[in-house]
Every structure is written in structure tokens, then in C-alpha cells.
């Protein structure tokens, strides 16, 4: 997930050399490219901040409590091909406004915490700090998805500071336990195998699965309040 900060993916900058050939001013599309770089590296600054604020509670945390509620922190930036793609299935138009009016998820953070109380425990303390705003929040842990999916997803917007201006940036932030983080990364293989079908079976022992991970978090949770962590 992590990437070179400023810099496009070779990738991503051949992509953006497709769409813009056909364009007359090679100015205009050098200038188109510059732009979407610059922008990528705003959002990119938006994750290390969200990052810094993530580290800093668990670093608190686990002075107060001897114990780390972060295991990790996996974080990436959309790439331009997705985020094209995206905005074409919405029917909206490829342009740096459209990018930052319509997509809420170009820069993304995953919080793995060790229990289900520190899912909300750090959302709770995170979302109270006076420079983040919440714009969204879908509970998939009280209410899963169909197939099983759980997650905490926020959608934050948090303003970073640059030489000579304060811009807000949106950021989604999932936190999910160790547990639902398996679950999610297995599933995700599982279905986009491109060799194989996803059959109705799989999605129900996927399913099955689900629950039994939801279990396993609920012991462990149990186990945390009996040694009262
Ligand atoms: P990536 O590369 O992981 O970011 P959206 O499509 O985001 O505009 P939606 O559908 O309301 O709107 O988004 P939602 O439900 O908040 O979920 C978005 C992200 O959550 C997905 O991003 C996944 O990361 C994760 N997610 C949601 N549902 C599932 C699921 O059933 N299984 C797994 N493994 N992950 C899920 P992307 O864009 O799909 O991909």
C-alpha cells in the first residue's frame, strides 16, 4: 500500500500520457499532468497526517496502559486508473474540481486495532481533535454487510499546511481488529480470482466465516475485560 510520496507511478503517469495525446497544446497537457501530481501529493500529505495522529494516540495509550491498541497502520493513494474509472461509473468528469468534489476515498488509511474496543476507543478520541471533521461514518461492525464484511469507515476531512496556504482534505479511514482485517484481505483474494467462479457456496462459507471471526473478536474482547486492559 505505501507508495513514493510526491511522485506519479510510472503507471499512472503513462495513463494520464493516454488520455491527454490527443490533446493539441502539449503545454496544456503537461500542465494538466503537473496538476493531478500536485494534487496526488496533497492527498498523500493528508494520510501522513491522519498517520502521525494514529501514532501519537497509541504512543499515549501505551504509556498509560503498557499496551499498543494499534497493530498496524497499512495506508495508500487511489490510483489515477481507479480513480478515472470511478468517476466514469458515477458519470462525473475527470478533472482535479470533480476529483476533490466526488470522491471521498483517494486517500485511504486502515487502522488495524488488537480488540473491538479499541476500534472505538481510538475513533472516539481521534474524531474529538478539534481540526478533524467528520463528514461521514458507516458502522459495519454494529450492522455488517450482506456477506460479512465489518469495518469502522469515517470519512475526515483534515486540513494540511503548505508554504503559503491551509488546503482540507478528505481522507477515509477504516478501522477494523486483526480479525476483520484476515477476513476482509482473504475475501477480497477469494473473490477476484480471476481463474476461478465465486459460487453462491463460497459466498455463504465466507459468510460463515464471518461470524466465526465476529465470535473470535467478541472472546477476545471478553478476555481484554477479565485482565482488564
Ligand atoms: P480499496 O482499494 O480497498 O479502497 P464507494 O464505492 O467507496 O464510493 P461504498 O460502497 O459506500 O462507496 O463504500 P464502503 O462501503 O464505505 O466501502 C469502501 C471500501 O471498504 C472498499 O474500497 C473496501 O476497501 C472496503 N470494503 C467494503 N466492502 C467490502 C467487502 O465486502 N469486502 C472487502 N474485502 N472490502 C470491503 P474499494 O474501493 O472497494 O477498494
Redesign the pocket.
Known sequence: MNQSPYLLSENDRQFLQNIFSDSKKATAAKHMMESFSELMAYYRCAIMEIETKFNVLNEEFSLQYDRNPINGIKS?L?RIE?IAQ?LSRNEKPLTLDSIEEN???VA?VRVICSFTHDVYMLADAFLSQDDVTLISK?D?IKDP?A?G?R?L?LIVSIPIFLLHEKRSMKV?I?LRTIAMDSW??L??QL?YKKSAEFTDEMASDLFLCSQLSAELDKRMDNLRKTVNI
Open positions: 495508500r487511489k481507479s470511478k470522491l471521498n476515498d485511504g458507516k459495519y454487510k456477506n464484511y469495518s469507515h477515509e477504516q476482509a484481505a475475501e477480497h473473490k
